[in-house]
């Protein structure tokens, strides 16, 4: 099993940063995939980015591509969301969740993801 535990979210206004963690803990494996997506009121749950714990490779949605930058601390098993640039339709819930399977690159549908956090929300005022 691994658990994971998002913190970092907030309201902020239009055009500010915020910083997004996830902390992971038991069973992980430096082989899993790592995903970040969010959930607006109404809408499906969307990727937002991705990368393999272990590798270099990011992956980004066409929507952030250039505000937020997904990083890791494989010292501390925390995974980051920097997101800069906010915009009021940034606003959602984001989640972090955890990808067992072997594979190249990071899934984009949810349901590929075998755990996921509790989610934090971020709230982004115009």
């Known amino acids: 099993q691994v658990q994971l535990v998002e913190s970092g979210g907030g309201l902020v206004q239009a055009g500010g940063s915020l910083r997004l963690s996830c902390a992971a803990s038991?069973?992980?494996?430096?082989?899993?995939?790592m995903g970040w997506f969010r959930q607006a009121p109404g809408k499906e749950r969307e990727f937002v980015a991705g990368?393999?714990?272990?590798?270099?490779?990011?992956y980004y949605s066409n929507s952030v591509k250039g505000r937020f930058t997904i990083s890791r601390d494989n010292a501390k098993n925390v995974m980051y969301l920097q997101m800069n640039n906010l915009k009021p339709e940034d606003t959602a819930i984001y989640y972090c969740?955890?990808?067992?399977?072997?594979?190249?690159?990071?899934?984009?549908?949810?349901?590929?993801?075998?755990?996921w956090g509790q989610g934090t929300q971020v709230t982004v005022s115009s």
């Open positions: 990368m393999r714990w272990s590798g270099s490779s990011t």
């Open positions: 969740a955890a990808d067992h399977s072997v594979r190249v690159g990071v899934p984009l549908s949810a349901t590929e993801y075998d755990y």
């Open positions: 038991g069973r992980t494996a430096r082989n899993y995939g």
